[in-house]
């Protein structure tokens, strides 16, 4: 089965903090993604990668950045960590090409910035 | 961008068939309609996904209409563990980005 492994399930951080969010995936994907989830607001697209080191914007990229220096590998970076930016952050993952591929979500890592 | 319509939340009762409506009448000639669902506290757990054909698999079946303007997702034999949020969901073609609405809240009744 595709596993998506974000590393961290619960973190509290510090306003200013930097904050790394890690997500690996065991199934040599192309396309990985990085979504928060709010209430009311449903899932929301913040960047998504479709090869090592390529990277697009999603709908709501402001104060996050990303890195993809391996396949298996999308990280999510908040630079400044801010109180607006408590959130369940959702990593997925899919096999890339044409379409039409199931995407795979990770359990989510809930982070409150204090 | 494009757009689907679900209920809020909907009732079955435990061992009756479950179905899901969703309404997409902007979806582009090449997208897919997923289907997943989300349990309180975890990751959104795919389902079944489809173009224009009826599709079944082992959790659940799709059907698409003819005009591909909407789809229901039919759980057979409702469990109280199939009480979640379920969200229909286009993929945008190539790139599989998905575009999340607030869901339906199915409560499994006993």
């Known amino acids: 089965d595709v596993k998506v492994t974000q590393s961290s399930r619960y973190l509290v951080k510090r306003t200013g903090e930097k904050v790394f969010l890690e997500c690996v995936q065991d199934?040599?994907?192309?396309?990985m993604f990085w979504y928060r989830q709010d209430p009311g607001l449903g899932l929301r697209l913040i960047y998504f990668?479709?090869?090592?080191?390529?990277?697009e914007k999603g709908d709501i990229p402001e104060g996050y950045s990303v890195s993809r220096e391996k396949k298996e590998r999308f990280s999510l970076i908040l630079e400044s960590a801010s109180t607006n930016q408590t959130s369940m952050y959702l990593c997925?993952?899919?096999?890339?090409?044409?379409?039409?591929?199931?995407?795979?979500f990770g359990e989510g890592s809930w982070l409150t910035v204090v | 961008d494009a757009k689907t319509t679900q209920p809020t939340s909907m009732d079955c009762a435990e061992g009756r068939a479950a179905n899901l409506p969703c309404n997409h009448s902007?979806?582009?000639?090449?997208?897919?309609v997923y289907w997943y669902r989300q349990i309180h506290s975890q990751g959104p757990q795919y389902i079944i996904h489809?173009?224009?054909n009826n599709e079944t698999n082992e959790m659940a079946s799709l059907i698409i209409t003819e005009d591909r303007k909407s789809s229901t997702l039919i759980l057979p034999h409702a469990t109280l563990r199939d009480t979640a949020v379920y969200y229909c969901?286009?993929?945008?073609?190539?790139?599989?980005?998905?575009?999340f609405g607030t869901g339906t809240r199915l409560t499994i009744i006993p």
């Open positions: 997925a993952s899919s096999l890339g090409g044409q379409g039409g591929n199931t995407i795979y």
């Open positions: 199934m040599d994907h192309e396309n």
């Open positions: 990668s479709y090869d090592v080191k390529m990277k």
């Open positions: 902007t979806i582009s000639g090449n997208e897919y």
């Open positions: 489809g173009l224009k």
């Open positions: 969901i286009f993929s945008n073609f190539g790139n599989e980005k998905l575009t």
